[in-house]
């Protein structure tokens, strides 16, 4: 027997379902047989479908509709363009700052091991709190205990 419906399950919850409506003679009800017939090419037969056939028709024939919809779709693609050129920008941004963090904590570890400056004055020239100053040299001392020379 030849299946009315696929049906496609997503990881997000959602579902897909595609039916071939050129099997509307074998739908369960008579209304999903007019409703299918209809979107296979045959006439309106119920009230459902020719209601949707004169909208149908109605907006084929508007041409100011037609131009908005154009418009707005047009519009839609533009701000998804220009939200996504922004959250490349936002994220680069991010990731500079994160790339200048890292090369400060690089350099912080080194002084940290020369051990020629105190804390304060590291934590001045870098920019990093002091408590995570701390946290990094007690990191260096427990590194040097577990991989001696």
């Known amino acids: 027997m030849f299946s009315l419906r696929f049906v496609l399950a997503f990881y997000n919850g959602t579902y897909k379902i595609f039916f071939n409506a050129q099997k509307y003679d074998i739908m369960p009800s008579e209304e999903e047989k007019d409703f299918f017939k209809f979107l296979s090419g045959g006439s309106a037969d119920s009230e459902f479908t020719k209601d949707l056939d004169l ?3 109605s907006a084929r ?9 154009m418009t707005w779709e047009q519009e839609v693609q533009l701000s998804y363009n220009r939200g996504l050129e922004e959250g490349q920008k936002i994220g680069k941004k991010e990731g500079e700052l ?3 963090r890292e090369a400060l904590k690089k ?5 940290l091991k020369d051990a020629i400056l105190p804390l304060e004055k590291i934590s001045e020239y870098t920019q990093i ?3 995570e100053l701390e ?12 991989a001696p020379d």
């Open 55 to 57: 909208l149908v028709t």
């Open 129 to 131: 709190p002091l408590e």
């Open 135 to 146: 946290a990094l040299t007690a990191t260096q001392c427990e590194a040097a205990i577990a």
């Open 61 to 69: 024939h508007n041409a100011q509709w037609r131009q908005q919809f």
């Open 107 to 111: 350099y912080a570890i080194s002084m």
């Open 98 to 100: 994160i790339g200048q």
